[in-house]
């Protein structure tokens, strides 16, 4: 069974960092396409970006430049990383297998950017 599992979220001020990470279980994550997508508060899912299988990406535009997309293939891991981060960064975020309906979602990781 596909299990992804997000951790590293938390409260942080404007303009600070924070990693996410995910777990991933169930399926050979290294041949698998990964996106990060996130849900704030009142609004619907959006995708964050997306990694290749290699390590090539892809950003929303509110992501570039700020958040980097990383795996490891070796340890079955998803990375995040956020800076600069915003107010309406807010939102729990959720990692996922691209395309997205190859797996549940999980119950992401909060993340509140608050001064």
């Known amino acids: 069974q596909v299990q992804l599992v997000e951790s590293g979220g938390g409260l942080v001020q404007p303009g600070g960092s924070l990693r996410l990470s995910c777990a991933a279980s169930g399926f050979t994550f290294s041949q698998s396409y990964m996106g990060w997508y996130r849900q704030p508060p009142g609004k619907q899912r959006e995708l964050v970006g997306v990694?290749?299988?290699?390590?090539?990406?892809t950003y929303a535009d509110f992501a570039k430049g700020r958040f980097t997309i990383s795996r490891d293939n070796v340890k079955n891991m998803l990375y995040l990383q956020m800076n600069s981060l915003k107010f309406e960064d807010t939102a729990v975020y959720y990692c996922s297998r691209i395309p997205s309906t190859l797996s549940l979602w999980g119950q992401g990781t909060q993340v509140t950017v608050s001064s």
């Open positions: 990694i290749n299988t290699i390590g090539g990406t």
